[in-house]
T-cell receptor, first 116, second 115 residues
Framework: AQKVTQAQTEISVVEKEDVTLDCVYE???????LFWYKQPPSGELVFLIR????DEQNEISGRYSWNFQKSTSSFNFTITASQVVDSAVYFC?????????????WGAGTKLIIKP | DTGVSQDPRHKITKRGQNVTFRCDPI?????LYWYRQTLGQGPEFLTY????????KSRLLSDRFSAERPKGSFSTLEIQRTEQGDSAMYLC?????????????FGPGTRLTVL
């Protein structure tokens, strides 16, 4: 069955430290799509990235980077030089390719606390 | 503001009352999703519409839950005979249909408290 696991419930680091949020997924499909969303204290989920299963190239966007490894079914997210504004709950999610509903399957989220 | 909007932002009701929430998606988006989120969890899919058609509703939590999108624009989610267990954040999202899943844009949510 499809599943997304974010084993880290909460992470706390001091500002300027690098931090990696882990995401492990399970799916039987060979085609699938992985997402990361950010939910700041205001509550509104904000899209960060989409990655499809055929594209294993890692991506960097400013201080954010994503490491997609099919061999370990992981899609980890790293924030470099963290800032207080990065404090939020981060969710990893999956859509299976054979699902025409495009239903997002969500992990439980990792609460990231950046201390000044 | 061209984002997804939801109304009300907060709703407090007594057990047994009916409540209705509204979602206005991004205007050109043809897909609209409803989710429920409880504390410490990821969003839980409830139902979705493609234009005015409700294509998936088997995940609605019970027959007390219903949703409509009569003209393919805004949508409403109604909960009848509310129970304390219905207390949660109800999220709406919209997206453009494509051959691969596009990002879903989320609204700010409606927080329901059932006393």
């Amino acid at each position: 069955a499809q599943k997304v696991t974010q084993a880290q419930t909460e992470i706390s680091v001091v500002e300027k430290e690098d931090v990696t949020l882990d995401c492990v997924y399970e799916t039987r499909d060979t085609t699938y799509y992985l997402f990361w969303y950010k939910q700041p204290p205001s509550g509104e989920l904000v899209f960060l990235i989409r990655r499809n299963s055929f594209d294993e190239q890692n991506e960097i966007s400013g201080r954010y980077s994503w490491n997609f490894q099919k061999s370990t079914s992981s899609f980890n997210f790293t924030i470099t030089a963290s800032q207080v504004v990065d404090s939020a709950v981060y969710f990893c999610a999956l859509i299976e390719g054979n699902d025409s509903n495009y239903q997002l399957i969500w992990g439980a989220g990792t609460k990231l606390i950046i201390k000044p | 503001d061209t984002g997804v909007s939801q109304d009300p932002r907060h709703k407090i009701t007594k057990r047994g009352q009916n409540v209705t929430f509204r979602c206005d998606p991004i205007s050109e988006h043809n897909r609209l999703y409803w989710y429920r989120q409880t504390l410490g969890q990821g969003p839980e899919f409830l139902t979705y519409f493609q234009n005015e058609a409700q294509l998936e509703k088997s995940r609605l939590l019970s027959d007390r839950f219903s949703a409509e999108r009569p003209k393919g624009s805004f949508s409403t989610l109604e909960i009848q005979r509310t129970e304390q267990g219905d207390s949660a954040m109800y999220l709406c999202a919209s997206s453009l249909i494509a051959t691969i899943p596009n990002e879903q844009f989320f609204g700010p949510g409606t927080r329901l408290t059932v006393l």
